[in-house]
């Protein structure tokens, strides 16, 4: 995820339930990356934490890293990576429970 190559462009980027397992410093380099890789008017969507902060949880009796940033960390770094935020949703229940964002290139 880190290092999607940046000469092909989609119309569509989908981070879900993947982008809270990178650490804080990661998750604000992604920014850039999803700028490079969303043509202008393409969406953005992933989903996050509600606010700053490392969890662990456990899957299939394994350890399971989960971070996020603030959520005004997160709008500050879609305005200036060129994305509009069309839809943020906290805990959405009919998703999970998901808190879930959708933004747009401009």
Same mark, same amino acid.
């Given at each position: 995820?880190? *290092? =999607?190559?940046?000469?092909? /462009?989609?119309?569509?980027? =989908? %981070?879900?339930?993947?982008?809270?397992?990178?650490?804080?410093?990661? @998750?604000?380099?992604?920014?850039?990356?999803? @700028?490079?890789?969303?043509?202008?008017?393409? /969406? =953005?969507?992933? &989903?996050? #934490?509600?606010?700053?902060?490392?969890?662990?949880?456990?899957?299939? #009796?394994?350890?399971?890293?989960? %971070?996020?940033?603030? &959520?005004?960390?997160?709008?500050?770094?879609?305005? /200036?990576?060129?994305?509009?935020?069309? $839809?943020? *949703?906290? $805990?959405?229940?009919?998703?999970?429970?998901? &808190?879930?964002? =959708?933004?747009?290139?401009?």
């Amino acid at each position: 995820m880190r *290092v =999607l190559p940046h000469e092909q /462009t989609f119309n569509g980027v =989908l %981070a879900w339930d993947s982008f809270f397992h990178l650490c804080p410093e990661d @998750q604000r380099k992604m920014f850039s990356l999803f @700028q490079a890789i969303t043509v202008p008017g393409g /969406t =953005l969507m992933f &989903t996050s #934490g509600m606010s700053y902060g490392v969890a662990m949880g456990t899957y299939r #009796g394994e350890p399971l890293y989960h %971070a996020s940033l603030d &959520t005004s960390e997160y709008r500050s770094l879609l305005e /200036t990576s060129d994305f509009e935020v069309l $839809e943020h *949703v906290l $805990e959405d229940p009919s998703c999970g429970h998901r &808190t879930v964002w =959708l933004s747009r290139r401009r």
